[in-house]
């Protein structure tokens, strides 16, 4: 028996968000500077590294809590769709996800973005999808829309530090493309 390298895209993601906490051990500046978004009030337009928080918030986590509750649902969640999907298409809907989140971000909130939740949600919503027939609406889909997605609703506007509505972004962006991207049954190319 052997081990396998089962889902590329996903674990590489977690290696690669892994080993930036680990880093930031020894650097502690390196997610202030490199993984979180900053918010209205503080985005610099100027600056490049601002720029490139945008997408690399998924990666970066405050504490190893932060990173294990993350990636606990997308190690259950992602080998599942990445197999429907196929790896590269899981890898954009990652990609558009820390990007619409980053920017959203940006642009309507004054508090700064940090960790994969975003990616979380749309993992959760995209899974209600992976038996979906054209022309018709998964029931797990709705209950699971009512349940998360309403609950993140509702929280929004709540002071807590954790990012409702990036939650709320990443379910709509799973949504989005397990309507609108076909699966691709068995294939991780």
């Known amino acids: 028996m052997r081990i396998k390298y089962n889902a590329p895209t996903v674990l590489t993601f977690t ?41 690399t918030h998924v990666a970066g986590h405050a504490n190893r809590a932060h990173l ?21 298409s899981l890898l954009i809907m990652i990609v558009t996800t820390a990007l619409v989140t980053g920017v959203l971000n940006v642009l309507l909130f004054n508090s700064a973005l940090l960790g994969a939740s975003g990616v979380v949600f749309m993992m959760i919503l995209l899974s209600s999808f992976t038996n979906f027939n054209h022309g018709e609406v998964p029931l ?13 609703l509702f929280n929004t506007s709540d002071p807590e530090n954790v990012s409702h509505f990036a939650h709320f972004v ?20």
């Open 68 to 88: 294990i509750n993350n990636f606990m649902l997308i190690l259950l969640i992602g080998p599942m769709l990445e197999e429907n999907y196929g790896s590269k």
């Open 140 to 152: 797990t889909f709705i209950l699971v829309m009512i349940l998360y997605m309403g609950l993140q």
């Open 170 to 189: 990443g379910g709509l962006c799973g949504s989005i493309f397990g309507f609108f991207r076909p699966q691709r049954k068995g294939s991780y190319v």
């Open 15 to 55: 290696l690669l968000c892994t080993t930036v906490l680990i880093l930031s051990g020894f650097f502690p500046t390196l997610i202030l500077n490199w993984f979180l978004v900053p918010g209205r009030n503080t985005f610099r337009a100027g600056s490049f590294r601002n720029w490139v928080t945008i997408l």
